[in-house]
């Protein structure tokens, strides 16, 4: 069983960055797809940025492409996004996800995070 938790939101103004953190507890979360998510109040939930078992794979929405990176650390028991550039559009709970293989941004993901809030302020 994967545990995951998510930190690093907070409510920044447009422009500013922000590093969200997935710390993964449980056995070989390091053989696990990431992805983090995101659901604005009133809107469906959104893929925004994947990573593949080695990190070699890598997806990101059109709408946060050249703004956002995923990574995850050399342990891989921790997967990050940095959040450049944030405009009051990527304000939302933002989860991570796993999943025992990389697939579209449709299918569904195994285990969850409880999120953590970003809001991006004028």
């Known amino acids: 069983q994967v545990q995951l938790v998510e930190s690093g939101g907070g409510l920044v103004q447009a422009g500013a960055s922000l590093r969200l953190s997935c710390a993964a507890s449980?056995?070989?979360?390091?053989?696990?797809?990431v992805g983090w998510f995101r659901q604005a109040p009133g809107k469906e939930r959104e893929l925004v940025a994947a990573?593949?078992?080695?990190?070699?794979?890598?997806y990101y929405a059109d709408s946060v492409k050249g703004r956002f990176t995923i990574s995850r650390d050399k342990a891989k028991t921790t997967v990050y996004l940095q959040m450049n550039s944030l405009k009051p559009e990527d304000t939302a709970v933002y989860y991570c996800?796993?999943?025992?293989?990389?697939?579209?941004?449709?299918?569904?993901?195994?285990?969850w995070g409880q999120g953590t809030q970003v809001t991006v302020s004028e």
């Open positions: 996800a796993a999943r025992a293989s990389l697939a579209g941004p449709r299918e569904p993901y195994d285990y």
């Open positions: 990573t593949s078992r080695s990190g070699a794979i890598i």
């Open positions: 449980g056995p070989s979360f390091s053989s696990y797809a």
